[in-house]
């Protein structure tokens, strides 16, 4: 098949595709015609790794909010009194935040990762460019 041949069927294909008018076994079919160099699932990875960052904001968040309320109510209580429930606490809630920063900062890390793909895949196959969001 010539290249132009080529580059039209390919075309052709991923029109098929931003249409919607495929399903199921035709649009991988036609996805892998597209771009058979192409890793089918870095998009999905890439939501993975962004749901992966919202999961290392809740967890980093929480101890600061339990944090939040001790501090509001602490004249409340005597802190010397329930240190035995106050050190264990601290140490979940320290926890708690490496677990947090270490998700983010992989997330992060992650998502500049398939970036660097998605803007490769771009360059390789500069016909479906204009495709790529």
Known sequence: MSARGKQSAL?????????GKTHGHERTTAARQC????NPGAPVR??????????GIAV???????LSVLIATSRFYNIVAVLPFLVPLLLLNLGLVVLGSWLIHHAIHRIHHYDQLIRNLRQKYRSLAEFVD
């Open 11 to 19: 075309s052709a294909n991923f029109h098929l595709i931003r249409s």
């Open 46 to 55: 890439e939501r993975t790794a962004l749901s992966s960052l919202r999961t």
């Open 35 to 38: 771009d058979p160099g192409r």
């Open 60 to 66: 980093f968040a929480l101890p600061l909010s339990v």
